[in-house]
């Protein structure tokens, strides 16, 4: 069975730096989709980005880019220029081919220090 | 265009008694779920309805748990009797299609507490 593991409880990091949320994943697929999901404490869950296996290039989406070590199975996420409003809980998720269900990992906690 | 709606927001009931929720996805999205997420964890996902069938209920509680889409539009969640270990947000999500890449759009949730 696929498992995604946020080794990260909590982060924090101060207005404008750099911040990576890391994530491993556990799965016997080749073919799958990775994600991270953004939910701010009025907890609508929002997407923030997402990765197909397939494809070696990272993803990028604004200051959010992602670390995708196939390999490794690791998949971080790093928030660049980090802002207030990025406070939020963050959450990977993995969806193989076999199974459309989204595994979730526990979330990280992320704290925007003024 | 409007996002995932759900109803009520906030729920307090006392154990032993029922509670139904509410969620209208995204028009013409297909896919339809159900999410459950005590607090400090990921969600759990409950049951998933393409169109007004079910295509995965693995993880619902059948003996207290049912939920129905009877239009293929709109659904309801339903907890009867409710138990203590039920406190948790429900979220409903939506997606155009059963698909891996398929983005899915979340509703704000219904934060339930279980007296």
């Known amino acids: 069975a696929q498992t995604v593991t946020q080794s990260q409880p909590e982060m924090s990091v101060q207005e404008a730096e750099t911040v990576t949320l890391s994530c491993t994943y556990d799965t016997s697929e080749s073919d799958y989709y990775l994600f991270w999901y953004k939910q701010p404490p009025s907890r609508q869950m929002i997407l923030v980005i997402r990765q197909e296996a397939y494809k070696q290039q990272n993803a990028t989406e604004n200051r959010f880019s992602v670390n995708f070590q196939k390999a490794a199975k690791s998949f971080s996420l790093k928030i660049s220029d980090s802002q207030l409003g990025d406070a939020a809980m963050y959450f990977c998720?993995?969806?193989?081919?076999?199974?459309?269900?989204?595994?979730w990992g526990a979330g990280t906690k992320l704290i925007i220090k003024p | 265009e409007a996002g995932v709606a759900q109803s009520p927001r906030y729920k307090i009931i006392e154990k032993r008694q029922s509670v139904a929720f509410w969620c209208n996805p995204i028009?013409?999205?297909?896919?339809l779920y159900w999410y459950q997420q005590i607090l400090g964890q990921g969600p759990k996902l409950l049951i998933q309805f393409q169109n007004n069938g079910v295509v995965d209920d693995s993880q619902l509680p059948k003996d207290r748990f049912s939920a129905e889409r009877l239009k293929g539009v709109d659904s309801t969640l339903k907890i009867q009797p409710a138990k203590l270990e039920d406190s948790a947000v429900y979220l409903c999500?939506?997606?155009?299609?059963?698909?891996?890449?398929?983005?899915?759009?979340f509703g704000p949730g219904t934060r339930l507490t279980v007296l």
């Open positions: 028009s013409g999205h297909a896919t």
């Open positions: 998720a993995y969806r193989g081919h076999s199974n459309y269900q989204l595994i």
């Open positions: 999500a939506s997606s155009l299609e059963v698909s891996s890449y398929n983005e899915q759009f």
